[in-house]
């Protein structure tokens, strides 16, 4: 490692290290309370399972009651609830808890702590672990510290951890070390199934390419320890088809849900494409992998298994990518490193990267992103449905949660107003009525398409 690109990264660590300690604590979000949970159980009782003094102190430390809901644990094995994300990620958190609260930190910093850590150590790891040139180096270090992976640096969960696993995996890939490339991919996808498909690919790489294919059977067994885990909490493989809200009710998990509009969408929406968060870094990235086709294949497949899930478009931290988009941006990190050639147009290419990005990120208060943002239309979206409503009609749910600001589990009419002023409406039939009373006639911006007059409706736009 070249001492100017190490001094940059640890001044950058200095300074987001010290913005993490010194900044408010970040309130509970996304599945906090099963990661939060799983610090707390194994700290109090060394294991999985919730107990009644647990509730008690988590739901006063969170200011939540969260754990008298049925999605935060489920009911396993001997009636015990237990957490349905693995526990790997909370594992590691679990000692980085015990310090904050052994020098008087707040305890809800931990999370935000931990995947600082894997940002920073993740890429201290790569820049000493690969030869990489200082002006490779230097865009290892811009990229990933300015790029969409930041959204999720403060966010209660393994986002980051997971990408940055990806990241390096994806590194070891391209200099052709396949087994440690399949192992950290078995990881990451111990806190993310849809990397699986990562995995599958760079299995079926190292088999048709007659590879020491024989090594595949040890990342295959540590991608089946999560399902083991699943299998002694609850008795299946997978207890995700268990839950009863309403969007899983109507839509299930599996390959039906699947459609190129999502994929369209993980790459352009304005709400949640990956587009609109890293636009340089997304063009570079594209044009970079055009001819590498075994990384298309596999980015392409992870984009599909992440459709599956039918939340699909969730886990964006305020206004910035899905957590089911934002897996691009490893991939495309790890090949603009690996294929820079000429140092000078790549200077410039980074050096606009970094404007680009610096600006994007301000947008949501940089490294402490506004969760609540998440149930807003972005300004970009807001641009669009204020000038030109007709040509935005993403996948109905994208629409409908962040005009009525809410995260229902059911389908819902939705109305986008601007100062009173309708601009733009989701319709379900039974509230048509209702909606041009309210509106007043529409114009049809998509053909209505109703199978289920309950859960199917159609885009109006008005002038």
Same mark, same amino acid.
């Given at each position: 490692?070249?001492?100017?690109?190490?001094?940059?990264? &640890?001044?950058?660590?200095?300074?987001?290290? =010290?913005?993490?300690?010194?900044?408010?604590?970040?309130?509970?979000?996304?599945? /906090?309370?099963? *990661?939060?949970?799983?610090?707390?159980?194994?700290?109090?009782? @060394?294991?999985?399972?919730?107990?009644?003094?647990?509730?008690?102190?988590?739901?006063?430390?969170?200011?939540?009651?969260?754990?008298?809901?049925?999605?935060?644990?489920?009911? =396993?094995?001997?009636?015990?609830?237990?957490?349905?994300?693995?526990?790997?990620?909370?594992?590691?958190?679990?000692?980085?808890?015990?310090?904050?609260?052994?020098?008087?930190?707040?305890?809800?910093?931990?999370?935000?702590?931990?995947?600082? &850590?894997?940002?920073?150590?993740? #890429?201290?790891?790569?820049?000493?672990?690969?030869?990489?040139?200082?002006?490779?180096?230097?865009?290892?270090?811009?990229?990933?510290?300015?790029?969409?992976?930041?959204?999720?640096?403060?966010? %209660?969960?393994?986002?980051?951890?997971?990408?940055? &696993? #990806?990241?390096?995996?994806?590194?070891?890939?391209?200099?052709?070390?396949?087994?440690?490339?399949? /192992?950290?991919?078995? !990881?990451?996808?111990?806190?993310?199934?849809?990397?699986?498909?990562?995995?599958?690919?760079?299995?079926?790489?190292?088999? &048709?390419?007659?590879?020491?294919?024989?090594?595949?059977?040890?990342?295959?067994?540590?991608?089946?320890? %999560?399902?083991?885990?699943?299998?002694?909490?609850?008795?299946?493989?997978?207890?995700?088809?268990?839950?009863?809200?309403?969007?899983?009710?109507?839509?299930?998990? =599996?390959?039906?849900?699947?459609?190129?509009?999502?994929?369209?969408?993980?790459?352009?929406?304005?709400? !949640?494409?990956?587009?609109? *968060?890293?636009?340089?870094?997304?063009?570079?990235?594209?044009?970079?992998?055009?001819?590498?086709?075994?990384? !298309?294949?596999?980015?392409?497949?992870?984009?599909?298994?992440?459709?599956?899930?039918?939340?699909?478009?969730?886990?964006?931290?305020?206004?910035?990518?899905?957590?089911?988009?934002? $897996?691009?941006? %490893?991939?495309?990190?790890?090949?603009?490193?690996?294929?820079?050639?000429?140092?000078?147009?790549?200077? $410039?290419?980074?050096?606009?990267? !970094? $404007?680009?990005?610096?600006?994007?990120?301000?947008?949501?208060?940089?490294?402490?992103?506004?969760?609540?943002?998440?149930?807003?239309?972005?300004?970009?979206? @807001?641009?669009?449905?204020?000038?030109?409503?007709?040509?935005?009609?993403?996948?109905?749910?994208?629409?409908?949660?962040?005009?009525?600001?809410?995260?229902?589990?059911?389908?819902?009419?939705?109305?986008?107003?601007?100062?009173?002023?309708?601009?733009?409406?989701?319709?379900?039939?039974?509230?048509?009525?209702? +909606? +041009?009373?309210?509106?007043?006639?529409?114009?049809?911006?998509?053909? %209505?398409?109703? /199978?289920?007059?309950?859960?199917?409706?159609?885009? =109006?736009?008005?002038?």
């Amino acid at each position: 490692m070249k001492v100017l690109t190490l001094a940059i990264t &640890l001044l950058a660590a200095g300074i987001m290290f =010290g913005a993490i300690i010194g900044a408010p604590s970040p309130e509970p979000a996304g599945d /906090i309370c099963e *990661y939060y949970g799983i610090t707390q159980t194994l700290i109090t009782h @060394q294991s999985l399972d919730l107990q009644p003094s647990d509730v008690t102190s988590l739901t006063k430390q969170l200011g939540q009651p969260y754990y008298t809901l049925w999605y935060c644990y489920f009911s =396993g094995r001997n009636t015990l609830r237990y957490p349905l994300h693995f526990a790997a990620y909370s594992l590691l958190a679990t000692p980085i808890r015990l310090v904050l609260e052994a020098i008087r930190i707040d305890p809800l910093k931990t999370f935000a702590v931990t995947n600082f &850590l894997f940002l920073i150590g993740g #890429l201290l790891y790569l820049l000493r672990r690969f030869p990489l040139t200082t002006i490779q180096q230097l865009a290892l270090i811009a990229l990933t510290l300015t790029s969409p992976l930041l959204s999720f640096l403060a966010w %209660p969960g393994p986002d980051l951890a997971v990408l940055m &696993l #990806l990241l390096i995996a994806l590194m070891l890939f391209l200099h052709n070390n396949f087994a440690a490339a399949m /192992i950290l991919t078995a !990881i990451a996808s111990w806190q993310s199934q849809p990397i699986l498909a990562v995995l599958g690919g760079m299995i079926a790489y190292v088999i &048709l390419n007659k590879k020491n294919f024989r090594f595949v059977f040890v990342p295959i067994g540590l991608g089946m320890i %999560p399902y083991i885990y699943t299998m002694y909490a609850f008795g299946t493989l997978t207890p995700w088809t268990q839950l009863t809200d309403g969007w899983t009710k109507l839509n299930g998990f =599996g390959l039906h849900n699947i459609s190129l509009q999502k994929l369209f969408e993980q790459f352009t929406d304005p709400n !949640i494409g990956v587009f609109w *968060y890293a636009p340089i870094l997304t063009i570079l990235g594209l044009w970079t992998l055009r001819k590498k086709y075994w990384l !298309i294949g596999m980015l392409l497949a992870t984009l599909l298994a992440f459709q599956t899930n039918p939340a699909w478009h969730y886990g964006t931290s305020g206004y910035g990518p899905s957590r089911h988009a934002i $897996v691009m941006i %490893p991939f495309f990190i790890a090949i603009i490193t690996h294929e820079i050639t000429k140092p000078k147009l790549w200077f $410039v290419a980074i050096g606009l990267i !970094i $404007v680009f990005q610096i600006a994007i990120l301000s947008v949501n208060n940089y490294i402490f992103p506004i969760f609540t943002n998440t149930l807003t239309h972005s300004p970009t979206a @807001q641009f669009i449905l204020s000038r030109w409503p007709a040509l935005y009609n993403p996948t109905p749910e994208i629409f409908v949660d962040r005009t009525n600001h809410t995260d229902l589990d059911y389908p819902t009419s939705a109305i986008y107003r601007i100062d009173g002023i309708c601009k733009k409406t989701y319709v379900l039939l039974r509230d048509l009525d209702r +909606i +041009i009373e309210e509106c007043g006639p529409m114009q049809l911006t998509t053909r %209505p398409s109703i /199978i289920n007059p309950e859960t199917d409706g159609f885009y =109006g736009t008005y002038q």
